[in-house]
T-cell receptor
Framework: AQTVTQSQPEMSVQEAETVTLSCTYD???????LFWYKQPPSRQMILVIR??????QNATENRFSVNFQKAAKSFSLKISDSQLGDTAMYFC????????????FGTGTRLKVLA | NAGVMQNPRHLVRRRGQEARLRCSPM?????VYWYRQLPEEGLKFMVY????????ESGMPKERFSAEFPKEGPSILRIQQVVRGDSAAYFC?????????????FGPGTRLTVT
C-alpha cells in the first residue's frame, strides 16, 4: 500500500524568505502523480503544484517549485519570497495510475509566515 | 463553470440521528470522490463513484456509511446513527472522464458536528 509521510508538523518562515516543506512516499508503482495542496483556515483545498512521475523536470508555478527525486521517493515543496497569505496547512498527496486514482494524503505541515 | 458544490457547509446532528451530505460535481465531471478529514489530520479516502456505480469503497467504514451518485442529481454521503467520532470535515472532489481524471477538484467541504 502507498504511504505519504510529512515529517514536519509545523514550520515558520519570515516574510520574503524561502522555506522548504518535505514529503516522502512509498510505492511500488512506476507511474503516478504527486501534488501539493494548500488548506487555509477556510478549509478549501487549493492545488499548489502537480508533478507527473514520468517527467524528470521539476514542476514550477510562480513562487512555488518542487524538488522531485524519484529514486529517493522524495517530493519537497519550495516556497520563495514567502507572503503572509501563504500561511496555511500544506498537504502532500500521491495518486497512482494503476488503481482508481484516489489520492493518498500526508498528515500535513502547518506553515506560518511571520511579518 | 461553477466549482464543486457541497451542502450543507455546516451540519449539526445529535448522536443517533442521520446525516446526509450532498455533492454536486463540476459540469461535465463524471467521477466523484469522498474524503474525510478528522481534526488535526490529513484527508482520508472514503469512496469513489461514477454515475450509478460505486467503483472503490475501500475507505468506507463497514457500518452506518453509504454513498450514491445517481444518474440525476448530486452525490450523497449518508451516515446513519451518527456518533461523536463521526465529527469531521467531509470533502467531495470531482474529475472529468478521460485524461483529465488525473486531477481532482475539491469542494469546500461539509463540517459535521455530532453533539
Amino acid at each position: 500500500a502507498q504511504t505519504v509521510t510529512q515529517s514536519q508538523p509545523e514550520m515558520s518562515v519570515q516574510e520574503a524568505e524561502t522555506v522548504t516543506l518535505s514529503c516522502t512516499y512509498d510505492t511500488s508503482e512506476n507511474n503516478y502523480y504527486l501534488f501539493w495542496y494548500k488548506q487555509p483556515p477556510s478549509r478549501q483545498m487549493i492545488l499548489v503544484i502537480r508533478q507527473e512521475a514520468y517527467k524528470q523536470q521539476n514542476a514550477t508555478e510562480n513562487r512555488f517549485s518542487v524538488n522531485f527525486q524519484k529514486a529517493a521517493k522524495s517530493f519537497s515543496l519550495k516556497i520563495s519570497d514567502s507572503q503572509l497569505g501563504d500561511t496555511a496547512m500544506y498537504f502532500c498527496a500521491f495518486m497512482g495510475l494503476s488503481g482508481t486514482y484516489k489520492y493518498i494524503f500526508g498528515t500535513g505541515t502547518r506553515l506560518k509566515v511571520l511579518a | 463553470n461553477a466549482g464543486v458544490m457541497q451542502n450543507p457547509r455546516h451540519l449539526v446532528r445529535r448522536r443517533g440521528q442521520e446525516a446526509r451530505l450532498r455533492c454536486s460535481p463540476m459540469k461535465g465531471h463524471s467521477h466523484v470522490y469522498w474524503y474525510r478529514q478528522l481534526p488535526e489530520e490529513g484527508l482520508k479516502f472514503m469512496v469513489y463513484l461514477q454515475k450509478e456505480n460505486i467503483i472503490d469503497e475501500s475507505g468506507m467504514p463497514k457500518e452506518r456509511f453509504s454513498a450514491e451518485f445517481p444518474k440525476e442529481g448530486p452525490s450523497i454521503l449518508r451516515i446513519q446513527q451518527v456518533v461523536r467520532g463521526d465529527s469531521a470535515a467531509y470533502f467531495c472532489a470531482s474529475s472529468p472522464p478521460g485524461l483529465g481524471k488525473y486531477e481532482q477538484y475539491f469542494g469546500p467541504g461539509t463540517r459535521l458536528t455530532v453533539t
